[in-house]
């Protein structure tokens, strides 16, 4: 069984800074593209940012470019999400998830964690 | 403003049927597959639909999902108050994700 497990989260003042770690089991994490995927109070999602297997290739929002990195260690199966120069619009659920991509097709997220709550705030 | 455009909101009774458009560009849903998010009330997204009209295992064939264009949509037959929730398409465009703004289904 796939489990996508988050953590990390919490109350950050502007300007401040916040690790996220999303643990993944039940699958072969090294294979896999993933993402993180973030919804403010009460709004809709909005992907955050992608990572490859290997982590050769990112990609980003535009409005975390500069700001947020992503990165993983395959030994620990492990995802992560750094965010720096935190702003009150950054406010929302962080959702760590697992990026299918088949040949032929185009990715899409199949697996979810139940994600991790930041909050920036003075 | 999301790229990919989809109605706020959208109901209908039990047992009908009900369709939710996302439209978008040639860049995005016009040169790559569209999947639809399921997100029940206080929960995480759930896959629905993936590669324009193929369901996960699990998922019943109430869901459907079609593309046309630069436009997909995803059908549910026979309703249920279980169905209340929102629901997002995704799609991929020149390395990038991209969700729909959501929409909310209330079940009458």
Known sequence: EVQLVESGGGLVQPGGSLRLSCAASGFTFSSYWMSWVRQAPGKGLEWVANIKQDGSEKYYVDSVKGRFTISRDNAKNSLYLQMNSLRAEDTAVYYCAHLEWLLFGSPYFDYWGQGTLVTVSS | ?108
């Open chain 2, 1 to 108: 403003q999301s790229v990919l455009t989809q109605p706020p909101s959208v109901s209908a009774a039990p047992g009908q049927k009900v369709t939710i458009s996302c439209s978008g560009s040639s860049s995005n849903i016009g040169n790559n597959y569209v999947s639809w998010y399921q997100q029940l009330p206080g929960t995480a997204p759930k896959l629905l639909i993936y590669d324009n009209n193929k369901r996960p295992s699990g998922i019943p064939d109430r869901f459907s999902g079609s593309k046309s264009g630069t436009s997909a949509t995803l059908g549910i037959t026979g309703l249920q108050t279980g169905d209340e929730a929102d629901y997002y398409c995704g799609t991929w465009d020149s390395s990038l994700s991209l969700f729909g703004g959501g929409t909310k289904l209330t079940v009458l």
